[in-house]
């Protein structure tokens, strides 16, 4: 049923409740994990010139170890992973790679915003990738707290 599944990672603690669902369900069907991290242009842009280049430098940094982190905890429970990391919008980016790796699912975690903090943001990037996921997305949801 499953055979390539998309774990997005943005390098906060949410991946911790979604990676054990993930990693079962990739040894129950003997998939690979796909980690993605996704450099979020906005930020890059919003920096100040003579920053971009550091932040973008430090964002992938970053990428790279969330990814890798993914990949090792899938390793030691003897599922093969996959890591990248992309650049732009985050939902977007995320749609764009489970359809280019052809993900049966899309394992994500909201990071438990509040309504108002969802307003505030124009919503969340978990809520837009259900929305515009051409496949299935199994949403991990926490116990609320996250994010405060």
């Known amino acids: 049923m499953y055979e390539t599944l998309l774990v997005p990672t943005d390098g906060s603690d949410t991946v911790d409740r979604t990676l054990p669902h993930a990693l079962r369900m990739a040894t129950d069907h003997d998939a690979t994990v796909?980690?993605?991290?996704?450099?979020?242009q906005r930020v890059v842009k919003a920096s100040s010139g003579d920053l971009v280049e550091d932040v973008r430098a430090d964002l992938e940094r970053q990428g790279e170890a969330a990814v890798e982190?993914?990949?090792?905890?899938?390793?030691?429970?003897?599922?093969?992973?996959?890591?990248?990391?992309?650049?732009?919008?985050?939902?977007?980016?995320?749609?764009?790679y489970a359809a280019e790796a052809d993900a049966d699912v899309i394992v994500i975690g909201p990071h438990g915003k509040t309504?108002?903090?969802?307003?505030?943001?124009?919503?969340?990037?978990?809520?837009?990738?259900?929305?515009?996921?051409?496949?299935?997305?199994?949403?991990?949801?926490?116990?609320?707290?996250?994010?405060?």
Do not use: M, W
């Open 115 to 148: 309504p108002r903090r969802k307003v505030e943001g124009l919503g969340s990037v978990s809520d837009r990738v259900v929305d515009d996921a051409g496949t299935s997305v199994f949403l991990v949801k926490g116990d609320g707290n996250e994010g405060e």
């Open 34 to 40: 796909h980690a993605l991290y996704v450099v979020d």
């Open 69 to 96: 982190a993914i990949a090792e905890r899938a390793g030691e429970a003897g599922v093969d992973a996959e890591t990248a990391v992309r650049y732009g919008t985050p939902d977007k980016e995320i749609v764009d």
